[in-house]
């Protein structure tokens, strides 16, 4: 080309070499105009990618169910690790927008509004997706509060069978082994009457986030309340029974001793055997005047 010009003749030379000027800046201008049809092409598959992924971050289905909290708490969470990954390329379209309006190009004012625009989209789908991670683990919570509630009704409704029973023991040692298994029982109440506690402190910290109102917390707890409450009037009542009946168990066992002593006696005394010298009348005597059997004074008896 350089040999075909040097021998051409100077005008034509002159008219060749002065279209170099336009043709460079109308390359310029094409591959500025390339780059921004690029630009918004990504910036659209961005948006894109933003908008099919914004109704998940707000949807208002939080879970109706313990397992169906965990599972939508743990596809956030599979949601927010794909959103930080894709940060990256976000920034990366971003960042060729800044570079386009930096070099102030005739075009940077919609160059700069499809920033703005895409900017907005992606701060809003970070914001939503941490709102709907939080309401999620919120709901979690609730949920476990719920099944936990449920579950210590249950508890105190089985052992409400235990402390109304009527079974205060046939014997002396039976009544003993109930009163021990009963006075592990008020410790289980103890213990419960504990995490009942717990529970309260959870339902308060629940109010604190919003979303789950008094209404959705306090009914759970007032049935927790009343059931515990029985539990522990009934589970007294029940205790004060078998310590009755023990008693009681204890005053036959002392009369049926003394009943004995008393027969003992009575046989002893009706001997006809009166000894034969002085040392067997005082070996035959002894027995009636030894320590009769003590028994339980009248006071220290049950009350029918």
Request: hydrophobic share 35%.
């Amino acid at each position: 080309m350089s040999l075909i010009l040097s021998s051409a003749p100077a005008p034509f030379r002159c008219r060749f070499e002065s279209l170099q000027k336009p043709l460079e800046e109308r390359r310029k201008v094409l591959e500025a105009t390339v780059a921004l049809h690029e630009f918004y092409h990504h910036s659209d598959l961005e948006l894109k990618w933003i908008t099919e992924r914004i109704p998940s971050c707000t949807s208002s289905n939080y879970g109706k169910s313990l397992d169906t909290a965990q599972s939508l708490l743990q596809k956030q969470k599979e949601l927010q690790v794909e959103v930080n990954t894709h940060k990256q390329q976000v920034q990366k379209v971003l960042e060729i927008g800044r570079q386009m309006i930096r070099s102030q190009h005739n075009t940077a004012h919609g160059t700069e509004a499809k920033c703005r625009e895409l900017q907005s989209r992606w701060e809003e789908l970070e914001s939503a997706c941490g709102d709907r991670r939080k309401k999620l683990q919120l709901s979690v919570r609730f949920h476990q509060f719920i099944a936990d509630a449920s579950e210590l009704e249950a508890w105190a409704a089985e052992k409400l069978q235990l402390v109304v029973s009527e079974d205060y023991g046939k014997n002396e040692a039976a009544t003993l082994k109930l009163i021990k298994n009963h006075k592990a029982l008020e410790r289980q109440i103890q213990d419960y009457q504990g995490r009942a506690e717990e529970l309260h402190q959870t339902s308060e910290g629940l109010l604190s986030r919003g979303l789950i109102t008094f209404d959705m917390v306090d009914e759970p707890q007032e049935q927790i309340r009343k059931r515990m409450k029985e539990l522990q009037e009934c589970s007294a009542v029940r205790l004060q029974k078998l310590e009755e009946t023990l008693r009681f168990h204890e005053y036959l066992r002392e009369i049926g001793e003394l009943e004995g002593w008393v027969t003992q006696q009575m046989q002893t005394a009706s001997s006809e055997d009166y000894g034969n010298d002085y040392q067997h009348v005082l070996v035959n005597r002894a027995p009636l005047f030894s320590t009769p059997v003590t028994t339980s004074h009248p006071s220290e008896l049950p009350v029918s």
